[in-house]
């Protein structure tokens, strides 16, 4: 047996150890959720409440451990005092508590990411174990210190195979994660202290999306007791994109992060209408904090005439002198509308009481008085007086308004918008909401508030059922004999063992969550409206934004970090910058930069990691035939791309009017079936050929991209779109086009 089979046969046997672990803890974990489930419902409310708790506690440990399965351990370390340490997706005991496995976000686990012949950190040989499914397929060493190894050492040194294995890998349709693989400056990026916002700015390829992820995945584990109480945050641009990163948090052991869109992130409403870019820019300028203001106090409102209500033979008044007073003395105390609202009506029912108790021909007793004023409050015309002059709100209601009936936002608007402005905002009270509408409904929320008078009720429902439960409560404990533990106690015992929901399910549902951190992608693309709705949710200004602003393709979006953050974070955030590119080939990488310099991007210029031959081809067609012709490259580049397990994928990224007849085209050459199903317009990231526009592959990434009419994607969606398109494959760029190409262009 030769040395390399020796080595392979050592770590298969380290490995084998390492699954049998894992195997064990996933049995023993099982078990005890078992018997946790066997036990049943039955029991004190205490029992039922620790069940539900334990319950809880093991199903997430249970997905916890089986997420890990692929290659859970995927590098070594030798360091010079001998010491021999394996890396792994997770940290490993064995039943004595002696370390088998390190977790690679551990402090342990740090020197095989940033550890150099020039900085070794105690490290003499750095492997990386190559695996297919539980086998060990092979080994790759880095010798970092020269003086450690015999002059007949015949292990095979390379340093680089690991990470150009990696990149050379098909794509299945969804992102992996990078953990065997992070590279040094993407390692410092991950490993950046918790507070403050960290800005992430990278060309294409530079791993953004993965060092986001991985980041998360090492704050949950560095700071788990603060952020598992209050839950990490993950935005991205769309639901298309969050499918496609889905399976990299599992994969790193960490399953409770709350992922959403920005059109998903106020509780009750999904966005599903679509709009016109520059209404879009509209609604993100950050005056709307101004706008919105206006419009709620402009619906508390004086009345023009005095209202006279006749009570059992006595007329009250409601006087416009003192519903003026009134409100002016609810705004005094800075409340949210809806809960100032109470103030204004404690006001007002106080004055109509005052004049109801002038009229009678005796004195009324001070605890006689609130007999009155309950009679005042549920007469109906005061109802509506006092309603018409300060209505409960709603964000929906609110909002819905200003663009349904226009002379409420030229009011609430005036010398804001434009007359043309204010025209391209009207729609019908019943549209759809955008995108955009999402962060002026949550700007509405924290200027109105709850309404008080539905939290009241539900107080009542709760003192209601309180009273129940201690009732019952009572009559265990005059059954049971037991003198140790109070009725209230009892009771609260009931009340606490319902359903246990996770913190992420629970942050999810509640817009007022306040995060311990927030990780938003993409975040080039969002309006000052968008950032000052994220801010709201994380109070410690705890976040990781990753962007780059060549690639913004919205007039709402930013090209300039400073130029967001001076404003909303001063003193409060720092940038790095991700400098090496390692999805695009070289060849695309320099013409995509040339295209985007002519354009006027503000470019981060990265290094391309590897180059393949042929990777830039273009062909010139008639415009008839580019669908045609774009077919036949899609399936051509499936060919090549495609392995025996069905990895590799081809996005076909043409402007949205080319994208039917592309898929037309297929159809009719026999190959629907590589196109999978498209749902109500979202990409199917798992087909083989994925017909989109460049907006959708933002994020994304393909083996080969068939790039339609560059010009036609230039014009329709700007440069941002157009270098996002260009940068999506990792082998090869195909161009068909029958308009001249665009500027910056290089020549054949």
Same mark, same amino acid.
């Given at each position: 047996?030769?040395?390399?089979?020796?080595?392979?046969?050592?770590?298969?046997?380290?490995?084998?150890?390492?699954?049998?672990?894992?195997?064990?803890?996933?049995?023993?974990?099982?078990?005890?959720?078992?018997?946790?489930?066997?036990?049943?419902?039955?029991?004190?409310?205490?029992?039922?409440?620790?069940?539900?708790?334990?319950?809880?506690?093991?199903?997430?440990? #249970?997905?916890?451990?089986?997420?890990?399965?692929?290659?859970?351990?995927?590098?070594?370390?030798?360091?010079?005092?001998?010491?021999?340490?394996?890396?792994?997706?997770?940290?490993?005991?064995?039943?004595?508590?002696?370390?088998?496995?390190?977790?690679?976000?551990?402090?342990?686990?740090?020197?095989?990411?940033?550890?150099?012949?020039?900085?070794?950190?105690?490290?003499?040989?750095?492997?990386?174990?190559?695996?297919?499914?539980?086998?060990?397929?092979?080994?790759?060493?880095?010798?970092?210190?020269?003086?450690?190894?015999?002059?007949?050492?015949?292990?095979?040194?390379?340093?680089?195979?690991?990470?150009?294995?990696?990149?050379?890998?098909?794509?299945?349709?969804?992102?992996?994660?990078?953990?065997?693989?992070?590279?040094?400056?993407?390692?410092?990026?991950?490993?950046?202290?918790?507070?403050?916002?960290?800005?992430?700015?990278?060309?294409?390829?530079?791993?953004?999306?993965?060092? *986001?992820?991985?980041?998360?995945?090492?704050?949950?584990?560095?700071?788990?007791?603060?952020?598992?109480?209050?839950?990490?945050?993950?935005?991205?641009?769309?639901?298309?994109?969050?499918?496609?990163?889905?399976?990299?948090?599992?994969?790193?052991?960490?399953?409770?992060?709350?992922?959403?869109?920005?059109?998903?992130?106020?509780?009750?409403?999904?966005?599903?209408?679509?709009?016109?870019?520059?209404?879009?820019?509209?609604?993100?300028?950050?005056?709307?904090?101004?706008?919105?203001?206006?419009?709620?106090?402009?619906?508390?409102?004086?009345?023009?005439?005095?209202?006279?209500?006749?009570?059992?033979?006595?007329?009250?008044?409601?006087?416009?002198?003192?519903?003026?007073?009134?409100?002016?003395?609810?705004?005094?105390?800075?409340?949210?509308?809806?809960?100032?609202?109470? +103030?204004?009506?404690?006001?007002?029912?106080?004055?109509?009481?005052?004049?109801?108790?002038?009229?009678?021909?005796?004195?009324?007793?001070?605890?006689?008085?609130?007999?009155?004023?309950?009679?005042?409050?549920?007469?109906?015309?005061?109802?509506?007086?006092?309603?018409?002059?300060?209505?409960?709100?709603?964000?929906?209601?609110?909002?819905?308004?200003?663009?349904?009936?226009?002379?409420?936002?030229?009011?609430?608007?005036?010398?804001?918008?434009?007359?043309?402005?204010?025209?391209?905002?009207?729609?019908?009270?019943?549209?759809?909401?955008?995108?955009?509408?999402?962060?002026?409904?949550?700007?509405?929320?924290?200027?109105?508030?709850?309404?008080?008078?539905?939290?009241?009720?539900?107080?009542?429902?709760? *003192?209601?059922?309180?009273?129940?439960?201690?009732?019952?409560?009572?009559?265990?404990?005059?059954?049971?004999?037991?003198?140790?533990?109070?009725?209230?106690?009892?009771?609260?015992?009931?009340?606490?063992?319902?359903?246990?929901?996770?913190?992420?399910?629970?942050?999810?549902?509640?817009?007022?969550?306040?995060?311990?951190?927030?990780?938003?992608?993409?975040?080039?693309?969002?309006?000052?409206?968008?950032?000052?709705?994220?801010?709201?949710?994380?109070?410690?200004?705890?976040? +990781?934004?990753?962007?780059?602003?060549?690639?913004?393709?919205?007039?709402?979006?930013?090209?300039?970090?400073?130029?967001?953050?001076?404003?909303?974070?001063?003193?409060?955030?720092?940038?790095?910058?991700?400098?090496?590119?390692?999805?695009?080939?070289?060849? #695309?990488?320099?013409?995509?930069?040339?295209?985007?310099?002519?354009?006027?991007?503000?470019?981060?210029?990265?290094?391309?990691?590897?180059?393949?031959?042929? *990777?830039?081809?273009?062909?010139?067609?008639?415009?008839?035939?580019?669908?045609?012709?774009?077919?036949?490259?899609?399936?051509?580049?499936?060919?090549?791309?495609?392995?025996?397990?069905?990895?590799?994928?081809?996005?076909?990224?043409?402007?949205?009017?080319?994208?039917?007849?592309?898929?037309?085209?297929?159809?009719?050459?026999?190959?629907?079936?590589?196109?999978?199903?498209?749902?109500?317009?979202?990409?199917?990231?798992?087909? *083989?050929?994925?017909?989109?526009?460049?907006?959708?592959?933002?994020?994304?990434?393909?083996?080969?991209?068939?790039?339609?009419?560059?010009?036609?994607?230039?014009?329709?969606?700007?440069?941002?779109?157009?270098?996002?398109?260009?940068?999506?494959?990792?082998?090869?760029?195909?161009?068909?086009?029958?308009?001249?190409?665009?500027?910056?262009?290089?020549?054949?």
């Amino acid at each position: 047996m030769n040395s390399i089979d020796k080595q392979l046969r050592a770590e298969q046997d380290v490995v084998d150890g390492l699954y049998r672990r894992l195997d064990e803890l996933r049995a023993q974990t099982r078990d005890r959720l078992a018997r946790v489930r066997q036990a049943g419902p039955s029991g004190s409310p205490q029992n039922r409440s620790e069940r539900d708790a334990f319950a809880t506690l093991y199903e997430d440990r #249970v997905a916890r451990l089986e997420a890990v399965e692929d290659r859970l351990a995927f590098g070594r370390l030798d360091l010079a005092g001998g010491e021999r340490r394996y890396i792994g997706r997770i940290g490993l005991n064995d039943e004595e508590h002696a370390p088998l496995l390190t977790d690679w976000r551990a402090p342990a686990a740090q020197a095989f990411y940033r550890a150099t012949a020039a900085h070794p950190d105690g490290v003499v040989l750095r492997r990386h174990l190559v695996t297919r499914g539980r086998a060990v397929t092979g080994v790759e060493d880095e010798l970092l210190d020269l003086s450690a190894v015999d002059e007949d050492d015949d292990r095979q040194l390379s340093g680089e195979g690991a990470l150009l294995a990696a990149l050379a890998a098909r794509r299945t349709g969804r992102m992996g994660d990078i953990v065997a693989t992070i590279q040094a400056e993407q390692d410092a990026v991950i490993r950046s202290a918790l507070q403050g916002a960290l800005v992430v700015q990278g060309g294409p390829g530079t791993g953004k999306t993965a060092v *986001a992820l991985h980041r998360a995945a090492y704050l949950l584990y560095n700071h788990r007791r603060v952020l598992e109480r209050s839950g990490v945050l993950l935005i991205g641009p769309s639901r298309t994109f969050l499918r496609y990163i889905d399976q990299v948090l599992p994969s790193l052991g960490e399953t409770g992060v709350v992922s959403t869109t920005v059109g998903e992130l106020f509780p009750g409403v999904v966005a599903t209408g679509t709009e016109d870019d520059a209404v879009a820019e509209i609604k993100g300028r950050a005056v709307w904090r101004e706008v919105i203001e206006r419009a709620v106090k402009q619906r508390q409102r004086v009345p023009a005439e005095p209202v006279r209500v006749v009570i059992d033979g006595h007329t009250v008044v409601v006087k416009p002198a003192d519903v003026r007073a009134a409100i002016h003395h609810a705004r005094r105390g800075h409340r949210p509308h809806n809960q100032a609202r109470v +103030t204004f009506v404690r006001d007002m029912l106080g004055r109509l009481a005052d004049q109801y108790i002038s009229q009678l021909a005796f004195a009324v007793a001070p605890e006689d008085r609130g007999e009155i004023l309950e009679e005042l409050r549920s007469t109906r015309e005061i109802r509506i007086a006092l309603n018409l002059a300060w209505m409960p709100l709603t964000p929906q209601g609110l909002v819905s308004s200003l663009f349904a009936k226009p002379q409420r936002l030229a009011d609430a608007a005036a010398g804001v918008f434009s007359r043309a402005e204010r025209r391209r905002l009207e729609r019908p009270a019943d549209a759809p909401w955008t995108v955009a509408d999402i962060p002026l409904l949550d700007e509405a929320a924290e200027l109105l508030g709850e309404d008080d008078q539905a939290a009241k009720a539900q107080a009542r429902l709760d *003192a209601e059922q309180r009273h129940q439960e201690l009732d019952y409560a009572r009559q265990v404990l005059q059954q049971s004999g037991n003198a140790l533990v109070s009725a209230e106690v009892l009771a609260d015992r009931f009340a606490s063992s319902g359903p246990v929901l996770t913190t992420a399910e629970r942050a999810a549902a509640d817009r007022a969550w306040a995060y311990g951190h927030v990780v938003v992608d993409e975040a080039q693309e969002l309006s000052a409206m968008a950032w000052r709705m994220i801010l709201r949710r994380v109070p410690t200004r705890s976040l +990781t934004v990753v962007g780059d602003v060549a690639q913004t393709s919205t007039a709402a979006g930013t090209r300039d970090w400073s130029a967001v953050f001076d404003r909303l974070l001063a003193g409060q955030w720092r940038q790095e910058t991700l400098t090496v590119n390692y999805r695009t080939p070289a060849t #695309v990488t320099r013409a995509a930069e040339a295209v985007g310099r002519a354009a006027g991007l503000p470019l981060t210029t990265s290094e391309a990691a590897r180059d393949v031959p042929d *990777a830039l081809v273009t062909e010139h067609v008639a415009a008839e035939g580019l669908a045609a012709a774009a077919a036949r490259w899609a399936v051509t580049e499936v060919a090549a791309v495609r392995d025996a397990s069905g990895a590799g994928r081809v996005a076909v990224i043409a402007p949205a009017s080319l994208i039917g007849p592309v898929r037309d085209a297929l159809v009719a050459g026999g190959h629907g079936d590589l196109i999978g199903a498209t749902r109500a317009g979202t990409p199917d990231l798992d087909a *083989a050929i994925t017909p989109m526009t460049a907006e959708q592959s933002k994020g994304l990434e393909f083996d080969a991209v068939v790039l339609v009419e560059p010009d036609a994607v230039l014009t329709d969606g700007g440069p941002g779109d157009l270098y996002v398109a260009m940068t999506r494959p990792t082998t090869a760029l195909r161009v068909v086009h029958h308009r001249p190409l665009p500027e910056g262009w290089p020549s054949a």
